[in-house]
């Protein structure tokens, strides 16, 4: 029997967004953390600027190279660039996938200090519609959860906050699927705090099982579906940081332990990581874990069943913004600096990043 139409065309946009070593690029940042992004280099924070900012980074020339899509929020979907062209037309000029983020943020977890659940059901099935005529044709929600070291009094985080933040997932993903768009389930265990990479791992393990069994209830297609996680490392505050290969054998054996096979891809979010180390990360990944990995006995070795991509907004988007810094005259500049980072994450997914590159 064949294949719904619908489904195939969702396998296909999933597909496309982490086809060909290419990656993603976040820049669904909300109105206010646009902002504070803003206000951290001194750009005026005003709609016209947010604007020129997206504009800036949706018309860097060759992006498409590296960038399957771009994630974008409700204003910039509907802002148009300085000679009229909607932002959007101008992604899919370019051949770039539009996305759009839908979830309302993270709301404080009632009777859980500390805690956070990602709101933005409510209406989500005709702002959906909205955006799929608009010409979205992906979407994203994030959880957020924040650990905290093992044996800590309260346990964080609580049973209670993993499974509300899956189970909205969940429902968000299913809603996107019934509207003809792909869900990146974004699972977001926080970098902030001095946990070990050891417990980022429980975490993140636990947090994976809890997501992928509340999207098997809601009846969510898995191979429809981009999961973005961040990857397993030490909190920020953590004495004890890790090198690269650490980091992406954790990280890998944390999916493999989580995600089912038939999910089409998974692109990871850099999470407050330096660009150079999201680089580094996401490269160590694929030189001990890719096809011609020698690093990892052949007897211990994994076919990995989905590619590992990047959906970075900070990683690919920082060092553009601190060059831009609202003038006009940066921006050619600028947009050199997005297309490196991109570059060099593009690298990085076929095993090839190096220092040598980085400094280029
Ligand atoms: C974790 O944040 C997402 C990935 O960005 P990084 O690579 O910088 O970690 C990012 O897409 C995030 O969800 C958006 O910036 C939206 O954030 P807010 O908090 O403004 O909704």
């Known amino acids: 029997m064949s294949e719904p139409v619908a489904s195939v065309a969702l396998q296909e946009t999933a597909a496309a967004m982490v086809a060909g070593h290419r990656g993603l690029l976040a820049m669904d940042e909300s109105i206010s953390t646009c902002n504070k992004r803003f206000a951290s280099v001194g750009i005026a924070q005003t709609e016209d600027m947010r604007r020129a900012y997206r504009e800036l980074l949706i018309t860097t020339p060759a992006l498409a190279e590296c960038i399957n899509g771009v994630i974008l929020v409700d204003e910039t979907l509907r802002q148009m660039s300085t000679d009229g062209t909607p932002l959007a037309q101008i992604a899919r000029n370019a051949g770039m996938l539009v996305g759009i983020?839908?979830?309302?943020?993270?709301?404080?977890?009632?009777?859980?200090?500390?805690?956070?659940?990602?709101?933005?059901?409510?209406?989500?099935?005709?702002?959906?519609?909205?955006?799929?005529?608009?010409?979205?044709?992906?979407?994203?929600?994030?959880?957020?959860?924040?650990?905290?070291p093992a044996g800590r009094w309260p346990?964080?985080?609580?049973?209670?906050?993993?499974?509300?933040?899956?189970?909205?997932?969940?429902?968000?993903?299913?809603?996107c699927q019934e509207a003809g768009l792909v869900p990146i389930i974004e699972p977001e265990v926080l970098m902030d705090g001095d946990h070990t990479l050891a417990r980022c791992a429980e975490v993140?393990?636990?947090?994976?099982?809890?997501?992928?069994?509340?999207?098997?209830?809601?009846?969510?297609?898995?191979?429809?579906?981009?999961?973005?996680?961040?990857?397993?490392?030490?909190?920020?505050?953590?004495?004890?940081?890790?090198?690269?290969?650490?980091?992406a054998a954790a990280t890998v054996l944390c999916l493999?332990?989580?995600?089912?096979?038939?999910?089409?891809?998974?692109?990871?979010?850099?999470?407050?990581?330096?660009?150079?180390?999201?680089?580094?990360?996401?490269?160590?990944?694929?030189t001990m874990f890719g096809p011609s990995s020698t690093a990892v006995p052949s007897n211990r070795r994994h076919p990995l069943p989905w590619p590992l991509s990047f959906s970075f907004a900070r990683a690919l988007q920082h060092p553009a913004l601190d060059i831009w810094a609202g003038q006009h005259a940066h921006r050619a500049e600028a947009q050199s600096a997005l297309l490196h980072r991109a570059r060099c994450n593009r690298a990085a997914l076929q095993g090839l990043w190096s220092l040598e590159i980085e400094a280029r």
């Open 101 to 148: 983020k839908v979830d309302t943020g993270a709301k404080a977890l009632a009777g859980h200090p500390g805690e956070h659940v990602t709101e933005g059901l409510d209406g989500l099935r005709e702002r959906l519609q909205d955006y799929f005529r608009l010409g979205a044709r992906f979407a994203k929600w994030r959880g957020v959860i924040a650990p905290a």
């Open 155 to 175: 346990e964080r985080p609580s049973s209670a906050c993993i499974e509300a933040n899956a189970h909205a997932l969940a429902r968000y993903a299913a809603l």
């Open 204 to 247: 993140t393990e636990q947090v994976l099982h809890s997501v992928f069994e509340q999207l098997v209830c809601q009846g969510v297609m898995l191979e429809a579906v981009i999961l973005k996680p961040n990857m397993v490392v030490a909190g920020l505050g953590c004495a004890d940081q890790n090198t690269a290969e650490e980091v």
């Open 256 to 286: 493999l332990r989580t995600v089912p096979g038939a999910v089409p891809g998974i692109a990871f979010l850099s999470g407050g990581q330096t660009a150079v180390d999201a680089s580094c990360r996401l490269n160590a990944m694929h």
